[in-house]
């Protein structure tokens, strides 16, 4: 029987780090500007400079289009181009959201050294669009103007390969359009929530359910779809995309013992939603009430394919994020002079929001592990002159 061994065959040399692909060079990037002109950009100017930006725009545009649900595709297209929050229309008044707020405090929904400027800013009804978004915050991941388009285009991708595996594997009918609408829909309050700010950053998140700032879009939403009576598969994607999966595991000797607290926590995200959202959730066919508990129904695939889409932000967060923000610090100091301030307020966040609006934060990370630091730093002075 032949054994299969490596060239050097069992006791030769070690390998020594793989030489990956190499891909910066043949890149075509947009015209290089200077730093000066990166930094007088606005959001919409670097979106619209960006083919990668636009082009994902454009992919979301014509992905509502293809939706077969007249409500959802509606929908779906109104949050790309022309976004509203509505719920927050109930309660009109200071003193009206004040008493929600203290509402949700009491419930342990919100955070009491918040307030209710704070948690529900203003500008709700007349937000940005997904071609200026970021994803996330600064420091998270497509921290970039148009990052929002960029992230849920790919997510969108990801649930189409589930969907069509579950279904050719499987034999399951699953719906297309209930992953592919949630995904996007999910995310829409972040374009009044990430508003840019004149120093080139933007708002962050509100603390909310488990004092983070992590799931504030996700309770609004499902508070915003319940508020528009839309159906419970799509309110329930709403709430379930962000931790349906959420294990606890520990060891019990050496059996393994799961605790799936993901599905408690979607139970919480829809009972913090339907009080904002003023809905009984049992009624709404969203929770079940077992032994005097409100708890979360099992779940079809639908759910599962957008919850498991909404994943690709390890990658970007964990790896492109984490390693390219230094790194472009490091260029702005070496090639472009910034110190001090400058690399803490307008001149470097729109030096970052330029270069990665213009390439993307992985397509840089992976310049950097497989090409290493000078080849980056060659790329991002080919789009922002030293």
Not at 354 to 364: A, C, E, N, R
Request: with cysteine; glycine share 6%.
């Amino acid at each position: 029987m032949c054994v299969c061994h490596g060239p050097g065959g069992p006791g030769g040399p070690l390998p020594g780090k793989f030489e990956y692909s190499k891909f910066s060079e043949d890149l075509d990037l947009t015209p290089t500007r200077t730093l000066e002109e990166a930094i007088a950009m606005s959001p919409e100017d670097m979106a619209r400079a960006s083919r990668l930006v636009t082009g994902t725009y454009n992919e979301l545009l014509q992905t509502a289009a293809s939706l077969e649900d007249d409500g959802y595709r509606r929908l779906m297209t109104e949050c790309i181009s022309g976004p509203k929050i509505t719920f927050l229309e109930m309660y009109p008044g200071e003193d009206d959201r004040q008493k929600l707020f203290d509402e949700m405090v009491k419930l342990g929904f919100f955070h009491a050294g918040d307030d209710p400027n704070h948690v529900w800013p203003a500008g709700h009804m007349t937000p940005q669009t997904y071609l200026t978004a970021p994803s996330s915050h600064n420091d998270f991941y497509n921290a970039h103007p148009g990052g929002l388009a960029l992230t849920v285009a790919y997510n969108i991708r990801i649930a189409d390969n589930y969907t069509e595996n579950y279904r050719q594997m499987y034999g399951l009918p699953i719906n297309r359009d209930l992953p592919v609408a949630s995904l996007l829909i999910h995310e829409y309050p972040k374009v009044w929530l990430y508003q840019w700010q004149n120093d080139g950053s933007w708002l962050e998140e509100p603390r909310t359910v488990y004092d983070d700032t992590w799931h504030a879009h996700c309770i609004y939403v499902t508070a915003e779809l319940m508020h528009r009576r839309f159906d419970a598969r799509i309110v329930m994607a709403m709430a379930a995309a962000h931790q349906m999966s959420m294990l606890d595991a520990s060891m019990d000797g050496r059996a393994v013992v799961a605790n799936w607290i993901g599905l408690d926590r979607v139970c919480h995200f829809i009972s913090s939603a339907a009080v904002m959202a003023q809905v009984d959730p049992v009624d709404y066919g969203l929770l079940e009430r077992k032994n005097g508990k409100l708890s979360l129904a099992t779940q079809p695939a639908e759910q599962w394919v957008t919850h498991l889409a909404d994943m690709n932000w390890p990658y970007a967060m964990g790896a492109a994020q984490l390693y390219t923000w230094p790194m472009l610090k490091q260029i702005a100091e070496e090639s472009h002079g910034l110190s001090g301030n400058d690399l803490n307020g307008r001149a470097f966040n729109q030096f970052k929001n330029y270069v990665w609006s213009q390439i993307g934060q992985i397509p840089l990370y992976e310049i950097l592990v497989r090409e290493g630091y000078d080849a980056a730093k060659k790329t991002v002075n080919r789009l922002v002159a030293n």
